[in-house]
């Protein structure tokens, strides 16, 4: 990630931030994100066939 160059109280506490986020919480939400759109999207696509097939 990009670093802030201008130093000071501010750059130093962004740094602390930085070092406390619990990464692995990240990868289990976005896998959790990643699951539900994937089956939301097959749930349209099904919904969408199903539309095609009967009402016509």
Do not use: C, P, Q
Not at 14 to 30: F, K, L, P, Q, S
């Amino acid at each position: 990630m990009a670093e802030h160059s201008s130093g000071g109280a501010h750059a130093a506490s962004d740094e602390g931030h930085m070092n406390a986020m619990d990464y692995a919480e990240h990868e289990r939400t976005y896998g959790g994100f990643l699951k539900v759109l994937k089956w939301g999207t097959i749930t349209v696509v099904i919904i969408l066939a199903l539309m095609g097939l009967f009402l016509t």
